[in-house]
C-alpha cells in the first residue's frame, strides 16, 4: 500500500523558510516521478517541483532561484526548501507520485498522479 505523508509546513513571517518533507511508503523516489504541488485558497493546484526516477530535479519557472528540491538518504522522502517566504506563498502543499512514467516529471498532468499526501499547510504572514 502506497502512502505519502507531508510535513513540515507553519506559519512564517515574509522573509522566512521552511523545510517541507515528503515521506513515502509502499514505494521510493525512484519508482517513477514524485512532486510538489501547492494550492492556494479559491485557486488550482499548480505544481511546484519534481523529482524523476534517475533524481533529475526540476523547479518549475515561477519558483527559480527561491526552492530546491532533494532527496535524503533513505531513498524515500522528498524534501522542498523555500526561501523567502512572501505572503502569496501561502498554500496548502501536496506531494504526488505516480508510477506511469519515469522523466520529465514536471510536465506530467496533475490527474495522472496516483498517489496524494493530505497535505501540510504553509501560512505567510506578518
Known amino acids: 500500500q502506497v502512502r505519502l505523508m507531508e510535513s513540515g509546513g507553519g506559519s512564517v513571517q515574509p522573509g522566512g523558510s521552511l523545510r517541507l518533507s515528503c515521506t513515502a511508503s509502499?514505494?521510493?523516489?525512484?519508482?517513477?516521478?514524485m512532486a510538489w504541488f501547492r494550492q492556494a485558497p479559491g485557486q488550482e493546484r499548480e505544481v511546484v517541483a519534481s523529482?524523476?526516477?534517475?533524481?533529475?530535479?526540476t523547479i518549475a519557472d515561477s519558483f527559480k532561484g527561491r526552492l530546491t528540491i532533494s532527496t535524503d538518504n533513505t531513498g524515500n522522502t522528498l524534501v522542498l526548501q523555500v526561501n523567502r517566504l512572501k505572503p502569496g506563498d501561502t498554500a496548502m502543499y501536496y506531494c504526488?507520485?505516480?508510477?506511469?512514467?519515469?522523466?520529465?516529471?514536471?510536465?506530467?498532468?496533475?490527474?495522472?498522479?496516483?498517489?496524494w499526501g493530505q497535505g501540510t499547510q504553509v501560512t505567510v504572514s506578518s
Open positions: 509502499g514505494l521510493t523516489t525512484t519508482s517513477g516521478c
Open positions: 523529482l524523476d526516477y534517475d533524481d533529475t530535479k
Open positions: 504526488g507520485s505516480e508510477t506511469a512514467h519515469r522523466e520529465w516529471c514536471l510536465l506530467v498532468p496533475e490527474d495522472t498522479y496516483t498517489y
